[in-house]
């Protein structure tokens, strides 16, 4: 089974940044559409943004001009790189396949608040 693991989440105050990494044990990581997706309290779980295996990135209106989504296929990880933050992007922060076809992992926790 692929294992999921997301890290980089924390608290940070309005306008600043985070750098969100995920990592799959996958040995086909390459071949798939990896994504972003959030859940905030009450809320159900949104995609945030996408990218495909060759590297094209697509953002949900929210995020799009602030977020970055970055794929590294020999290292088997993805990234996002959180600018602008605000306090409506917390969330906890989960990486899977486009659809979202793995086990969930545990996510990453990102709290903006001043």
């Known amino acids: 089974q692929v294992q999921v693991v997301e890290s980089g989440g924390g608290l940070v105050q309005p306008g600043g940044s985070l750098r969100l990494s995920c990592t799959q044990s996958?040995?086909?990581?390459?071949?798939?559409?990896m994504a972003w997706y959030r859940q905030a309290p009450g809320k159900q779980r949104e995609l945030v943004a996408r990218i495909a295996p060759g590297g094209q990135g697509d953002y949900a209106d929210s995020v799009k001009g602030r977020f970055t989504i970055s794929r590294d296929n020999a290292k088997n990880t993805v990234n996002l790189q959180m600018n602008s933050l605000k306090p409506e992007d917390t969330a906890v922060y989960y990486c899977?396949?486009?659809?979202?076809?793995?086990?969930w992992g545990q996510g990453t926790q990102v709290t903006v608040s001043s």
């Open positions: 996958s040995s086909i990581f390459s071949f798939f559409v």
């Open positions: 899977n396949r486009s659809p979202s076809t793995l086990k």
